[in-house]
């Protein structure tokens, strides 16, 4: 079991930088690939950023490429999301998620993430 706890959500202007963190407990959080997750109001859940289980490895969503950076820090346990010059459309609930251990792939699909952080809110005004 893996629990997730996210953080540094708030109101930011547009143009300035953030940064998420996710805060991990439980075993196997260095074997498990993680992603965040965004969901805007009245839209669906999507994908942002992922990486690999050993952190060789990211995606990013099209919306964020060159504008995020996932990294991961496996002896504190945390995930973090760094968004430069956000935008009024990076306005959403962001969600840390973690993959179980073993699997050492990204993917997209929310579905294929077991384990969920609560959310943080980030509002971009412009």
């Known amino acids: 079991q893996l629990q997730l706890v996210e953080s540094g959500g708030g109101l930011v202007q547009a143009g300035n930088s953030l940064t998420l963190s996710c805060g991990a407990s439980g075993r196997a959080f260095s074997e498990s690939p993680v992603a965040w997750f965004r969901q805007a109001p009245g839209k669906e859940r999507a994908f942002v950023a992922g990486?690999?289980?050993?952190?060789?490895?990211?995606d990013y969503s099209d919306s964020v490429k060159g504008r995020a950076t996932i990294s991961k820090d496996d002896t504190k346990k945390m995930v973090y999301l760094q968004m430069n010059n956000l935008e009024p459309e990076d306005t959403a609930v962001y969600y840390c998620?973690?993959?179980?251990?073993?699997?050492?792939?990204?993917?997209?699909?929310?579905?294929?993430?077991?384990?969920w952080g609560q959310g943080t809110q980030v509002t971009v005004s412009s």
């Open positions: 998620a973690a993959r179980p251990p073993g699997y050492a792939g990204i993917s997209r699909r929310p579905r294929y993430y077991d384990y």
């Open positions: 990486l690999n289980w050993s952190g060789s490895s990211a």
